[in-house]
């Protein structure tokens, strides 16, 4: 692992809208806010967190495909965002067909981990990962510390958690890591909804201290923020999206220091 940066984390759920993207954009940022170097990789072909982070997709020279396929290095494609201490790893639907060009490949679940290992200049890196459980996530996860899932609100939620879980297992064992669950983050909670407040129990019994204490409220503002290219600090600084993902990075660091001093 790359000397300098101190913490590595996949934002995952192989369901899709859940609020991967819009979390691993508004943490980095809030992060980033808090005066860290932030770098955040998006790895869905779909290039959701590039778009969201204002990233024009000409300005996307060199992308996460290159960087998988061609081994270009994560330094030369990197782009810098609107947003102090933060840059982004920007992708496009190239990125689709890594998983069969990387298929006779024998190092192809390691690529993202050897890119970062030369990477330096951040202290924490984020990966926005794709909604299943394909090379490009086991990438992510190989790459990784810790996993970091979003869930909705909704009845489903936990639906899928177990697959999620044994693949981490999976990881951590095929690759000698010590990849661990930091943390689940219930999404577009809505406590007018009955529904949602009986998810939130159940969750909370179901997977105790690994939910985080800060809960993202449904917004109107953190889903209208990406089509401008913003992130919800920029675009409703005072709004409670924001608030939340403020709320959502001091409860991550506070975490990851008492992890450190555990150890
Ligand atoms: N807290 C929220 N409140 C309202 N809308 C949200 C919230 N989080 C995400 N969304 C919207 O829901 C959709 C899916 O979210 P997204 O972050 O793209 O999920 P994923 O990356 O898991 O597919 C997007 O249109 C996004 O703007
Ligand atoms: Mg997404």
Redesign the pocket.
Known sequence: MPTNIKRIVSIA?Q???????????NMAAAIAKKGHKVLLIDL?P?G??ST?LGIEPEAREITAYDVLVDGSSIKDAAVKTQVQNLSVLPSNTDLSSADAELMSDKGRLLRLRNALASTEGYKYVFI?CP?SLNLLTINAFAASDSVLV?L?SEFYALEGLSQLILTVREVREALDTELFIDGVVL???DRRVKLAQQVEADVRENLGNLVYKTI???????????SYGETILQYDASGR?AQ?YLDLGSEFLKRDKSKKNKS
């Open positions: 759920n369901k899709g809208g859940v609020g991967k993207t819009t979390t691993a954009i869905d779909q959701n967190a969201g926005d909604p979003p909705q999404t577009m909670f993202i409220p449904r917004s109107v503002r953190l889903s209208e923020a990406p999206g939340a």
